[in-house]
């Protein structure tokens, strides 16, 4: 069944330890908007699916310079973060300031459009990867396949968000964020050095003069 098929296919990808996930069990984890980080996470896997069903794949795997920008400002995006986060896991008193400093609505929805649409594994995955899926459907059936693909991510991201809280006895410690901080550092900064040197290989690959 198309539905069931999409909604396995996009839960197998999106339940991977990323960047965007690490950030969301965080935010989670600090109480911070999560209903608002849930439902724009899960609505930009949606959008970026339903474009991958519709053709969007195809585009993006015959223009190596929409990868190379991707690619590019992912890398820069996620070398930023990840510092910040290496910073708080060294910083005396990091859980006293995240809890003192949240993040307001419209931050918050600016960092999730950014750690999502700034990440090109998020493209490779929903766009790429379950577009090309779930463009072998018949037409009549793409629908239902998106469908399914787009539930899997409501289902995971409100689950991550506020299945984190269950989480916060443990991280009442200040030592528990320091290691969770230094995980999102090293995350976020091993999938910069891995987006890096994809970024470098574009270039060798394509020069940028000649990127159409």
């Known amino acids: ?16 330890i990323g960047a965007q996930n690490a950030w969301v069990l965080a935010q989670g984890l600090r109480r911070n908007h999560v209903g608002t980080i849930a439902l724009t996470c899960a609505t ?21 310079s929409l990868l190379l920008v991707a690619s590019g400002g992912g890398a820069l995006f996620l070398t930023l973060y990840g510092l910040r986060a290496l910073f708080n896991a060294l910083r005396p008193g990091a ?22 649409l700034l990440n090109p594994h998020v ?11 779930g463009g072998q459907y018949p037409v009549a059936e793409r629908m239902t396949f998106a469908l399914g693909a787009a539930s899997a991510s409501f289902v995971w991201f409100y689950g991550l968000a506020y299945g984190a809280g269950r ?5 009442a410690r200040p030592a528990a964020w320091r290691v969770l901080d230094a995980l999102v550092a090293a995350i976020m900064l091993g999938l910069a050095t891995v987006l890096w040197q994809r970024t470098l290989g574009l270039l060798n690959e394509a020069p940028l003069a000649g990127l159409t």
Do not use: K
Request: proline content about 5%; charged content about 5%; hydrophobic content about 60%.
């Open 167 to 171: 989480l916060a006895p443990l991280f």
């Open 1 to 16: 069944m198309p539905w069931i098929e999409g909604f396995l296919t996009s839960g197998s990808l999106i339940m991977a």
């Open 44 to 64: 930009l896997d949606m959008l970026l699916i339903f474009a991958g069903v519709a053709g969007l794949g195809v585009l993006i795997s015959q223009h190596p």
């Open 95 to 116: 859980l006293v300031a995240a809890n003192g400093a949240p993040l307001s609505r419209r931050q918050t929805v600016l960092t999730a459009l950014a750690i999502t």
């Open 123 to 133: 493209y490779l995955d929903t766009v790429l990867l379950i577009g090309s899926i």
